[in-house]
């Protein structure tokens, strides 16, 4: 069924809603007032242009300099009526120039600004691209940890939501070199990138690396086909969504209670109790020469070492207690998530 057509009252009621259109509509309405005021002077008693405009002004602007003609009754009348409507003009002039200048539009500048001057701050955080359902639940896992991050989105509705939750962000392009520069990516220890295409996520991860060679990114690949390509572009690792996905929903259908675990752990949230974290060993660590037993995490800390990352990428699961670590390896962890989040505090890894 169509609209009903509406009446010119309705569609003028409102496009003056506009804070915008009712300034424009308040000068327009002082510029007539001044018209009409000059134009009276002269009709009514019978002064020039010139002297006619200059009384219509100083009454309007009830600034009082003096009368340059002298006024009859009417003309006195006529001042009063002018001064009413003059002030009345004004007034709701300045009342609109005031909401403009310092209404949301004003101060949505001074949160960006704001925001501009926290992110250029920023040092060793993880940027985020792209905040659909991924973005989202990324980041906060990330903030749930207390990671400090930064989103660039392009999306319009998406800053609205990116503000009201008070998320630091960048509106743009990740593909472009202004868009991470301004997000901190030379600063940054590590980037997603999370967009909804693989083309996107190529070009991101080109870009972030061109601009950041250390930098540890991570690219969601929404085929199986692309995983290859984002790591050719520059990706530390490569996480496919949907394949993740179907591995857990059989794990939920095979063995329910390894899921059930899994989910606890994974499960980033404010009152996790149980997490996995890990730990660099570089040389000059206290853990390096060290047996695992010798580390005594377990006794000190109730965390265990669940396994160890060799230099090349191997992993020995459940090591020995008698084993040495060695330099370069990384430990991988489990415990209680507050104990993890100090040693990982103590011990700060770094990516790459």
């Not at 991050?149 to 509106?171: H, P, S």
């Not at 890990?278 to 853990?287: A, L, M, R």
């Not at 100090?342 to 790459?352: D, V």
């Amino acid at each position: 069924m169509p609209e009903p057509r509406r009446s010119l009252w309705q569609r003028v009621h409102t496009g003056l809603q506009d804070p915008v259109k009712q300034l424009l509509v308040s000068l327009l309405l002082i510029l007539l007032i001044i018209a009409m005021g000059t134009v009276g002077y002269m009709v009514l008693e019978g002064a020039d242009w010139f002297d006619a405009l200059y009384m219509t002004v100083i009454t309007v602007a009830t600034v009082g300099y003096g009368e340059v003609i002298i006024l009859d009754r009417s003309g006195r009348a006529f001042t009063m009526l002018l001064i009413i409507l003059g002030v009345g003009a004004v007034a709701w002039a300045f009342t609109r120039a005031f909401e403009v200048t310092l209404g949301e539009a004003f101060w949505s500048s001074v949160r960006k600004q704001r925001m501009k001057e926290r992110i250029s701050r920023l040092s060793g955080h993880y940027i985020v691209c792209g905040y659909g359902r991924l973005g989202r639940r990324i980041v906060q896992d990330l903030l749930a940890r207390g990671e400090p991050c930064v989103v660039i989105d392009l999306a319009a509705e998406t800053e609205e939501v990116l503000q009201r939750d008070q998320i630091l962000y960048v509106r743009g392009d990740a593909t472009r070199d202004e868009v991470m520069m301004q997000a901190g990516v030379k600063r940054a220890r590590g980037l997603v990138s999370a967009m909804d295409t693989d083309a996107n996520n190529v070009l991101a991860v080109l870009t972030a690396r061109g601009l950041n060679p250390r930098l540890l990114i991570v690219a969601r690949a929404n085929s199986e086909g692309s995983e290859r390509k984002l790591e050719r572009a520059g990706a530390d690792r490569v996480v496919t969504p949907e394949s993740i996905g179907g591995h857990r929903l059989a794990l939920a259908l095979l063995r329910p209670g390894v899921h059930d675990f899994l989910n606890r752990i994974f499960s980033f949230h404010p009152d996790l109790e149980i997490d996995v974290g890990q730990i660099n060993v570089p040389g000059d660590s206290p853990f390096a020469g060290q047996t695992v037993a010798g580390c005594d995490l377990r006794r000190v800390r109730n965390v265990s070492i669940l396994g160890i990352q060799l230099p090349d990428g191997e992993f020995v699961l459940n090591p020995d207690p008698d084993r040495v670590i060695e330099p370069e390896q990384t430990l991988i962890l489990i415990g209680p998530a507050e104990a993890i989040y100090e040693l990982e505090a103590l011990y700060s890894w770094a990516p790459i």
